[in-house]
């Protein structure tokens, strides 16, 4: 029988170095060929390439701020999908918890607007964001650990259910009446807008996204439930063995990402659009699911690669803004580069092991 | 009424096509969540080719057999494109499913969105908006007699062949899932890769034809949402949240395509019930549009709890596997 031409063995663990030495190859890898579909689209030559999308994310003050802003409220969002994954929970439904988190702040700047002084308004507005995310969690959680009920499509049915309840309650509300959106809320008032920070709008929102990733980093390393989240996800038997309540961790840990999800739709309605939509997540749920698992679950890469997928995003716009091309060019790009580093990940678990021709012709010689 | 049932089947015929191709490929043990992405993938692909031809010819002399095959061939080239893109990353790099579907997602999107926005000017024609009535009418084309047989005509007979073509693909291929050994060897593989492999099966050759033949499939949905129900008019996020409703559409149908074209356009009726309901504001309209998605999480629920053996997901569905480790 004819040997084939390689075969696949799975590594023993590799240098941490090595990984993401493999990892950085596949960005630049993934980095030439966006470059390269970038000059056959709009004739620029590479250099110039990189010098718009540089431009484009960093270019001005409020451009860094900007891509600042963005970026935190990807990585905010992969945060809070990361428990349930560690715990191989496949919760796709974030887009929908951010989404009720974003319903819950916009309700309450509605309709506590102008009548509650501003700190209890903020109180109100966060608990009822976070409630509502913990909410949208735990229900998918419930059925997953009473009857086993798939969690991949549930969440991503519950994306929808949301959208459609964000759209009525739009419809309803809208302003002016029957124009079917919200508008700026309080754009007079600016109750329940997020306070600017030494002049800049963004900074308060940064740095609470900043001390988010501090505590999920350490919840997930140091504590006993983040203990507990690792040995759900690698085996449900071993940590039943051990004495783990499977089902209360299940639940446990959809209610703390959903919770985190709907911080993070608190965020985008009070701190950045202070309006809401059905687009009002923009599938940023969907793209944090990669940024998690690009980074490995690991909260600190996770900055990292929220910080990459952000800043292509804002590059490639401002390509297709200078060259009158259609926006979604940057997500051409950004699916360019995952694909690079999902591919990057069989390298780092797998290595090749290609038929030796020299060996056999020894062996025949011999 | 009869207007109604027409509609509701125009509208569920992409989602079936969708719901079709995402079965076969859910059949291998693959949950491929890139079904949107192909969607759209499979609908601009065919408008490129439509759109060059007509633009070639001019589109009073478009020849109705070409005006047909070409946007055909490459819709199944584009959607080919992208099962191969999801294969070979799952089956033959053992990515994980979901990433990899979800970043097909936001690729296929990308693409349909941005050749569809941008085509004229990278191409440098001369005309407002991509515009393919001409081509459309030959996919719309209906047998001639139609019109003299009444209701049952406009009901039974009106649709363009693709509709035709997606109900028989979804007959064929329940045949071929439940009667032949083709399709008892890929529920196995399905069901539990290893055992199938060690009874002899070629699980990977298994799992990409059927994840390249269902996103092919797929793709058809696309071309025909574009060509028949939007009359070769290209809309930017036109297909909204479809592709997710195929996917939807293939639990509430437990993985059983005959069952899923009557699904599909019950689907297709609650997309648009909601114009047919005397007296409904705007904003109940939004809360109608919620129902499939509502019914589907019922039925996973149901279907679940029940734990009947013939009504579950594939066993090693969203797993990869890696014959050597066991």
Redesign the interface.
């Known amino acids: 029988m004819r040997e084939p031409l390689f075969h696949v063995v799975k590594r023993e663990l590799i240098d941490w170095w090595k990984a993401w030495l493999i990892r950085l190859a596949a960005v630049l890898l993934a980095l030439v060929l966006s470059a390269i579909v970038t000059v056959i689209m709009t004739g620029l030559n590479p250099f110039q390439v990189f010098a718009t999308i540089f431009d484009g994310a960093l270019g001005t003050a409020r451009r860094t701020w900007a891509f600042l802003q963005g970026t935190a409220i990807l990585l905010c969002i992969s945060l809070a999908v990361t428990p349930a994954f560690k715990m191989k929970f496949w919760n796709i439904g974030a887009e929908g918890q951010v989404l009720a988190g974003a319903m819950a702040t916009a309700t309450c700047m509605i309709f506590l607007g102008s009548k509650v002084p501003t700190l209890i308004l903020f109180i109100i507005m966060v608990v009822s964001a976070v409630l509502a995310g913990a909410v949208w969690g735990l229900i998918p959680a419930i059925f997953k650990a009473k009857w086993g009920t798939n969690e991949t499509l549930f969440t991503l049915m519950m994306n929808y259910v949301i959208m459609q309840i964000i759209s009525y309650f739009v419809y309803q509300w809208s302003v002016p009446k029957g124009s079917g959106q919200i508008g700026i809320i309080n754009s007079e008032s600016h109750a329940g807008w997020m306070p600017a920070l030494f002049g800049q709008n963004y900074l308060l929102n940064i740095l609470i996204v900043v001390l988010i990733t501090a505590a999920v980093y350490v919840y997930l390393r140091y504590s006993k439930q983040g203990y507990e989240i690792s040995v759900v996800g690698e085996s449900e038997n071993t940590a039943r063995y051990i004495g783990i309540n499977v089902k209360k961790v299940i639940v446990r840990t959809m209610v703390i990402s959903g919770a985190l999800c709907g911080l993070a739709g608190f965020l985008l309605v009070s701190g950045t659009d202070h309006t809401v939509t059905r687009d009002t997540a923009g599938g940023q749920g969907f793209t944090a699911i990669m940024v998690s698992w690009l980074a490995k679950f690991d909260p600190l890469m996770m900055v990292i690669a929220a910080a990459l997928i952000i800043f292509l995003q804002k590059g490639a716009g401002e390509i297709s803004t200078q060259f009158s091309l259609n926006k979604s060019f940057a997500d051409i790009l950004t699916g360019i580069i995952i694909f690079f580093i999902i591919g990057s990940e069989f390298f780092i678990n797998y290595r090749l092991i290609f038929r030796s021709r020299h060996k056999e012709s020894k062996e025949v010689a011999a | 009424m009869i207007t109604f049932l027409q509609r509701a089947v125009i509208m569920g015929i992409p989602l079936l096509f969708g719901a079709t191709g995402e079965t076969i490929t859910e059949k291998s043990g693959h949950?491929n969540?890139g079904i949107p992405g192909i969607l759209y993938v499979g609908a601009i692909s065919g408008v490129i080719g439509a759109f060059f031809y007509e633009n070639s010819v001019g589109a009073a002399n478009i020849v109705p057999i070409l005006a047909i095959l070409i946007p055909l061939l490459c819709s199944i080239l584009g959607s080919l494109l992208m099962g191969l893109?999801y294969s070979f990353?799952t089956v033959s790099?053992?990515?994980?499913q979901?990433?990899?579907g979800?970043?097909?997602?936001?690729?296929?999107?990308?693409?349909?969105?941005?050749?569809?926005?941008?085509l004229i000017?990278?191409s440098g024609a001369d005309v407002p908006s991509i515009n393919l009535t001409a081509t459309s009418n030959c996919f719309k084309s209906k047998l001639p007699f139609v019109d003299s047989m009444g209701w049952f005509g406009e009901l039974f007979l009106s649709y363009s062949f693709l509709a035709y073509l997606g109900i028989i693909i979804a007959v064929v291929t329940a045949v071929i899932m439940r009667r032949t050994r083709v399709g008892l060897h890929l529920r196995a593989v399905g069901e539990n890769p290893a055992t199938a492999d060690a009874a002899g099966i070629p699980v990977e050759k298994y799992k990409y034809f059927s994840t390249c033949i269902g996103s092919v499939i797929a793709g058809l949905g696309g071309l025909y949402y574009i060509m028949d129900y939007a009359y070769g008019v290209w809309s930017?996020n036109g297909f909204g949240?479809r592709g997710?409703?195929a996917?939807?559409l293939v639990?509430f149908t437990v993985w059983k395509t005959d069952l899923g074209i009557l699904g599909a356009f019950l689907f297709g009726g609650l997309l648009i019930i909601h114009n047919y309901i005397p007296n409904l504001?705007?904003?109940?309209q939004?809360?109608i549009?919620?129902l499939p998605?509502?019914v589907?999480?019922i039925v996973?629920?149901i279907v679940?709890?029940r734990?009947r053996r013939e009504n579950q997901?594939p066993q090693s569905?969203?797993l990869s596997y890696?014959r050597?480790?066991r």
Do not use: C, H, M, Q
């Open positions: 949950l969540l893109i990353f790099l053992r990515a994980n979901n990433v990899t979800l970043a097909l997602t936001t690729f296929g999107v990308g693409i349909g969105n941005f050749f569809g926005g941008s000017r990278l930017n949240d997710w409703l996917i939807a639990i504001g705007v904003a109940d939004e809360l549009k919620a998605y509502v589907t999480i996973l629920v679940s709890a734990k997901p569905l969203g890696f050597e480790e």
